[in-house]
DNA sequence: TTCACGTGTAAGAACTTTCTGACATGTGAA
DNA sequence: TTCACATGTCAGAAAGTTCTTACACGTGAA
C-alpha cells in the first residue's frame, strides 16, 4: 500500500482529527473490529453525544467510515469501521502539502505595524 | 530513515502543531533554508509575535530547532530550521500509539445518564 | 540622541473546540 | 402502555487556540 498524499488542506483536516487523544482511542478501539456508536460509547467511557461527534469529525476527515443498519430485532445500529489509511510525513511531504494549501488562514494582508519606538 | 515510534502523549503534540496551515507553511518555508524570525514573518506575511507563538509550538513538538545567535554586526538573532522528522501513520500504529496515551483527557468516569424517557 | 533593526513577553479580544444535559425519533418485548 | 435500547440534534457552558496591540530589552549607524 502506498501512501496518501493528501493536498494541504485536506492534511490539515486529517491531522486536527488525529490530534486529540479521545480520538485515537476511538481509532484504537475500532481497529480491534467494528462497533455500533451507543456500545462504542460505554466501551470507551464517554457520553454518547461526545462520541458522535468526534466520529463526525473523524468521518469527515475519511479515517472512519459508517454504515446505518438494521439489526436483526429491527433496530437501527450505525456501524463504524476504520479506513485504512496511510499517512506518511516528513518534512518534505509536508512542504510539498503546504504548497497547495488555499491560502485560508491567514487572510489579511501586511502586519506587523509595531512602531520601533 | 525509519520512522518515529512516538509515545500517544507526544504524538497527540505533534499532530497538533502540524495541524495547522500557518504552522505547514512555516515548515515549507523552513525547508528552503533556516531563517530568523522576523525575516521569516515578513515572508510568511504574518506578524513577528504571532510568529513566535507558532514556531514555540513547533518547537515543543520537536519539529524545528531555535538557536540564538549573534550576527557579525552584534545583534541578537534567533535562527531556526526544520528538524528532520519521519512519521508513519497508519490504523495500527495510531492504535499502538493511543494504547500509551496517559488518560489525560476523558477523566470523569461514567457519563451518558441519559434516562431513556 | 534618535533611528532601524533584532529579540522577548503580556493582556485581552475573537474564535473554535470540547463537553454536558436535555430533547426528539424509532423498534421489540414485557 | 411502559420499558430498554437504538438513533439523531440542539443550546449553552467551559476550555483551549489564535491573533492583535502594546510594551520591554538589546545592538550599530547616522
Known sequence: ?????????????????????IRLRILATLAHGR???SHLAREIGISRPLLHMH???????????????LSDDGKAMKYF?????????????????AATLTRPD???GPADKEKPR
Open 106 to 108: 491567514p487572510a489579511p
Open 35 to 37: 462497533d455500533y456508536v
Open 55 to 69: 466520529l463526525q469529525r473523524l468521518e469527515a476527515a475519511g479515517l472512519v467510515v459508517g454504515t446505518l443498519e
Open 1 to 21: 500500500m502506498t501512501p496518501d498524499r493528501p493536498s494541504g488542506d485536506h492534511l490539515v483536516e486529517v491531522l486536527a482529527a488525529l490530534a486529540n487523544p
Open 81 to 97: 469501521e476504520v479506513a485504512d489509511f496511510d499517512l506518511h510525513l516528513t518534512a518534505e511531504s509536508v512542504a510539498q502539502a
